[in-house]
Structures are given as C-alpha cells and as structure tokens.
C-alpha cells in the first residue's frame, strides 16, 4: 500500500475560508512567454519548488504543461513525487540532491537527480544497476555558492567518474550563482568563467555536452551570456523581480493577491490598547476591523506597527501586534461593514500593496513572504 507523502490544504469549495490567495494564471502565462521572447531558443526549467513559491505546486505545474516547458524544477524528493502523482509528465529535475536510501524513489518516479559528489555518483549508479534502470543526472559544479556540489577546480575528475558510470545517463550539467541579482556582477562573471572552464572538459574530449545550465532569474535579466542550453527562472516568472535595483528588461507581473474579508467591527475606546503585550494605545476613539489572517498563515509577526491593508480602495493600518490567525486594522473615522474586502497583498483601484512593501515591514526579502503563505490558506485560480 502506498503511504500519503505530502499533504495540500483542506479545501472545501463550499467553505472556503475568508482568507485566501488568488493566483491570476493569465499573468503567470504572459511572464512565462515575456521570458521565452527575452531567451529565443533557449530552454526553460520553470522553478516550482517551495509551493511553486506560494503559487500552488500542481496547478502551476499543470500550467507549464500546458505551456509545453521543457523540464520543471523542484527542490525536493517530495515535490517531485508529489507531481507524478498528479499526473505531471514533463521532465523533473529535484535540484536539492539526494540524501540517505532515497534513490530507488527517484528512479520509480522517473525524476532526474543531481549528483553533487563522487560518492553519490557511484551510489547512484550501483542503485540503478540493482534495478536493472538506467539514472538520468544533472552534475552540479560549485562555482562559488558553497552549497552542493563539486568544486569547479576538481571538476575534471567527477566528469571522468561519470563517465565510467554504466547505469547513469549525464543528460546535465548546471552551476549557481550566488548573488546574480547585484548590479555589480563581478562575482557573477567569475562563477560563470569557472562554469565554461569546467564544462570545456566535454569539448576537450570530443564528448557530446550535456544540457548546460546556470541561470536563475537575475541572470536571465542581466547575464544572457549565462543562458547556455536552459534557464532556470523561479521568482520572475510569479511577476517580481529578485531586487529593486536590477535591470527589468523583461516586463513581468505579480500574479499573486493575498486577501480576505472584514469579519468583525467595533469602536476601540480612547485609552483601550489592542492586542497582545498591549503595545498600541488608542489616543481617541477609533473605529477598527477585525481581520481572519495572522502569522499562523505567514503574514509576518514581524511586520506588526508597520504593516497596513487597502479595504474600500484606501490603505489603513495594522495596529496592535499580529496574532497567530487574526488582525486588527485601524479605519479611524471612515466606514467598513463585514465582508468588505480586505487586501493583504494586490491592488484595488489606485492603491496598491505588493509583495516587497511586506518584505520591507518584515526585514526580509520578496522571496519569502511568498513562500511563507501557508497551506492554511487556499488557493484559488483566477
Ligand atoms: C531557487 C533556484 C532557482 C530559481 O531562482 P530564482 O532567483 O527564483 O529565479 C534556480 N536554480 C536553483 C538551483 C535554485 O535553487
């Protein structure tokens, strides 16, 4: 019998919840094909991993499908299986490499590995020998991120390993970088020198070269000379860019709003003071909202005193500190009645709040607040 690996949210489409993320696929779709115009022919490995940041693991993949992508990128065994479960057929690469007695899965799902070792080369292909299979690998070089894989100055020798591996079929070759959404992209081309250093080994030896692959979205935004076989765009193609300061040649929209509904109202008398530790104080009386989200759904404790909504097309703040699942917001003197909307994260009219003005409350950076919306909240698809 085959055991439940990964859970979704509990979604009942008749009860959903007041708070929820709405995914506009539309938007994901013309970032998707505002990135293939900017690459021409070179492949693409959209990078679903982490809930396909925030977006939903499998009906983002579906929509790669669709859109004929020519691999996915997931970080780990279970997302991997997660989408052969749901029916995904495209290739997947699991970037985040292999651990413990995991390889007989990776073969029975059809996933491709990364081999960031000798060891785990040769553990790889005994494995693939006892099955009787054949392993399909990306080699991971590390041209300077020292996370997985093997030093570029030592590649030659993992390549040479590889070679002799029977039941291993090398159909990649990839690197990372480690801060290719700087403006100052000095490091970045002295990983890239060390990648095509690396790699010159197949050409040396007349061996035909596997996929070679190494840019995440900063590259594709300001190092095409990076694209070589395949691109590996994760946060642009959700519509944001990886910082504020990079070239935005490629025009892209965020296709993610966060929102949810007024569910209480209530004046807050002068002197009362809201919410635990009691570090907010009214100075007069208020009229205030009460809303379903809290840090128990991602929305950062961290951003209480700073974080504000849009109800009725105008920004009001959070006051008192965020709890585990409700928030309060202060509208002073204006009116807002039960299932109002309230946005968290999108646009309505002129106002606008975005996933790096919560980044900034929370003092971290666009990537998480996207991937820190839980499965607590449920997706729906626009
Ligand atoms: C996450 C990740 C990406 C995508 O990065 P973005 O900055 O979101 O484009 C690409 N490659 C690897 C190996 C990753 O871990």
Avoid at 141 to 158: A, K, L, Q
Avoid at 290 to 312: C, L, Q, W
């Amino acid at each position: 019998m085959e055991k439940k690996i990964y859970t979704e949210t509990i979604y009942n489409e008749e009860i959903i919840r007041p708070t929820r993320v709405e995914v506009d696929l539309q938007k994901i779709k013309q970032n998707y094909y505002e990135i293939k115009k900017y690459i021409g022919n070179t492949k693409i490995m959209p990078i679903l991993k982490a809930n396909a940041y925030g977006h939903g693991l499998i009906r983002i993949a579906k929509l790669m499908e669709e859109l004929n992508a020519d691999y996915i990128g997931v970080a780990v065994l279970e997302e991997g299986i997660l989408l052969r479960q749901n029916g995904i057929q495209l290739p997947i690469l699991v970037l985040g490499g292999i651990w413990g007695n995991q390889i007989p899965l990776f073969l029975k799902y059809d996933l491709t590995i990364t081999a960031s070792s000798i060891i785990k080369l040769k553990q790889i292909d005994e494995v693939a020998s006892n099955l009787k299979t054949k392993a399909k690998v990306h080699l991971k070089i590390d041209t300077g991120m020292e996370r997985i894989g093997v030093h570029y100055y030592n590649s030659e020798t993992f390549f040479q390993e590889s070679l002799k591996c029977k039941n291993i079929i090398v159909e990649g070759v990839y690197s990372h970088f480690a801060n290719s959404e700087s403006v100052d992209l000095t490091f970045p081309k002295l990983q890239l020198e060390r990648f095509n250093e690396s790699i010159l080994f197949y050409e040396k030896h007349s061996i035909e070269i596997p996929i070679r692959h190494i840019s995440n979205s900063g590259a594709i935004l300001q190092l095409p000379e990076a694209n070589f076989d395949l691109v590996r765009p994760g946060l642009l193609l959700y519509g944001v860019y990886p910082s504020d300061e990079i070239n935005k040649n490629i025009k892209v929209e965020p296709a993610l709003s966060w929102k949810s509904l007024v569910v209480y109202f209530k004046v807050i008398k002068k002197e009362s003071t809201v919410g635990y530790g009691m570090k907010w104080k009214a100075e007069k009386n208020i009229r205030a909202v009460t809303i379903p989200v809290g840090y128990g759904d991602g929305y950062f404790r961290s951003m209480s005193h700073k974080a504000e909504v849009i109800i009725n097309k105008k920004r009001y703040p959070v006051i008192g500190t965020i709890s585990m699942d409700q928030i309060v917001v202060n509208i002073e003197n204006d009116s807002a009645y039960n299932g109002d909307e309230v946005i968290l994260i999108g646009k309505d009219g002129e106002a606008s709040l975005t996933v790096e003005n919560l980044a900034e409350w929370a003092g971290t950076i666009p990537y998480e607040i996207l991937t820190n919306i839980n499965t607590r909240v449920p997706r729906v698809y626009v």
